[in-house]
C-alpha cells in the first residue's frame, strides 16, 4: 500500500496455474505483481475493485449505474489527477472512489462541498458513459445450425434455441472445418484448444484445432474462452509431444507463457480448410463472428462451417 513496505511473497513457491491479486492501487504495478507477471503468472491489480466500490456512489449522487468496463478501466487509467492521494476521507461519506480530499471534502452533517477531486473523478466518470455509449459493439460468436439462407442473410438457429439472421459482409471469409487425426498434431504444429482445468496442473482439452501454414500465430496466447464454464482457449506452437496410455501430453508455448494439455483418443481434433459461400447451406454446422449494428441487426465477416456434416467443436 502506498507509503507501505512491500509485501514479502516469494512467488517462486506458488504453483503455475496461480493467480495472484494485489488489492492495492497506487501503485497499480506493485512489486508482487511485477514478480509474478515476470513468473509467467496471472495477475489481478486493485484498480477493479476501486472503481466496482464506486458504482453505487456514482448511482446515488448522479442517478444513473454505471457499467465497470475495459474502457473505464483504460480511460480512468489514462487520467491520472495530482490533485488526489491514496487514502481515507475524513468520514465514511467522504470517500469517492477510495481517494481522500487534500481539504474538508465531507463532514459528516454538513452540506456536500465539491472540490476538485470530486469534479475531477465526476468528470471521469461521466465522460467514460459517453465513451462507452459511442463504442462498437465487441464483435461476438454464434454457434449453431443453418436454416436457410438467402441473398447476403443467414438464418441461423443457435444451440440454445434462438433464430438469428445474420448480413453477411462484402468480404465474409467462409472456413472449412473437417477432421483429422491425434497423431496429425506434430511437435511444431500452431494449434489452438479449448481446455478446462485438469488435476496435477495439465489442463484436459475439448478439442484441438490444428492451424495451416498460412494462419500461424493467429491470436497466438491464452484466455477465457465460452465453450463451456472455466474454459480457456490458447493458441500457441507445440513444444513437445509425449504419448502415455491416456493420450498425447501436449506442451504448449506462447509468447509469455506455456500450458501442459492432455489430448484424449475421444477429445476432437479438426483443421480448417479453404471455403466459400457456397459452403453456406440449410443444415450445415457453423460458427460465426459476429457483431451488433446500431439498429439491433447482425452482420458477419467470418463463417466456420462443418464439413462432412461435423459440428465446429471450439
Not at 47 to 57: E, I, P, S, Y
Not at 123 to 145: C, E, H, N
Not at 161 to 181: A, C, Q
Request: charged share 20%.
Amino acid at each position: 500500500m502506498h507509503g507501505q513496505p512491500a509485501l514479502d511473497i516469494d512467488v517462486n513457491l506458488l504453483p503455475r496455474k496461480a493467480v495472484v491479486a494485489d488489492l492495492v492501487y497506487v501503485p497499480l504495478e506493485t512489486p508482487l505483481l511485477a514478480a509474478a507477471r515476470a513468473r509467467g503468472l496471472k495477475t489481478a491489480d486493485g484498480l477493479g475493485m476501486l472503481l466496482h466500490q464506486a458504482v453505487r456512489g456514482f448511482e446515488l449522487w448522479f442517478g444513473q449505474r454505471p457499467k465497470v468496463t475495459s474502457e473505464l478501466r483504460a480511460l480512468v487509467e489514462s487520467r491520472p489527477h495530482k490533485d488526489l492521494r491514496p487514502g481515507i476521507a475524513p468520514s465514511s461519506r467522504g470517500q469517492w472512489l477510495g481517494y481522500a480530499c487534500p481539504g474538508d471534502c465531507f463532514m459528516a452533517d454538513r452540506p456536500v462541498r465539491f472540490v476538485r477531486p470530486l469534479i475531477a473523478v465526476a468528470m471521469v466518470a461521466a465522460s467514460t458513459l459517453y465513451a462507452i455509449a459511442q463504442a462498437p459493439p465487441s464483435p461476438t460468436r454464434v454457434r449453431g445450425t443453418i436454416e436457410s439462407v438467402g441473398g447476403d442473410t443467414i438464418a441461423v438457429r443457435s444451440r440454445g434455441g434462438e433464430d438469428v439472421k445474420l448480413r453477411m459482409t462484402g468480404d465474409t471469409k467462409v472456413l472449412g472445418i473437417t477432421r483429422i487425426s491425434l497423431a496429425d498434431i506434430k511437435v511444431g504444429s500452431f494449434v489452438g484448444t479449448t481446455t478446462v482445468p485438469g488435476p496435477d496442473g495439465v489442463d484436459n482439452a475439448v478439442e484441438v484445432h490444428v492451424f495451416p501454414e498460412n494462419m500461424r500465430g493467429t491470436g497466438e496466447g491464452s484466455r477465457p474462452y465460452d465453450t463451456r464454464p472455466n474454459s480457456s482457449m490458447t493458441n500457441a506452437t507445440v513444444a513437445e509431444s509425449v504419448v502415455g496410455n491416456d493420450g498425447h501430453t501436449l506442451l504448449v508455448k506462447y509468447k509469455g507463457g506455456e500450458r501442459k494439455v492432455l489430448v484424449s483418443p475421444e477429445t476432437p481434433v479438426v483443421t480448417y480448410v479453404p471455403g466459400d459461400k457456397s459452403d453456406l447451406k440449410a443444415g450445415a454446422k457453423v460458427i460465426a463472428f459476429i457483431k451488433q449494428l446500431p439498429d439491433g441487426s447482425f452482420e458477419t465477416s467470418r463463417v466456420n462451417v462443418g464439413r462432412d456434416g461435423l459440428t465446429p467443436p471450439m
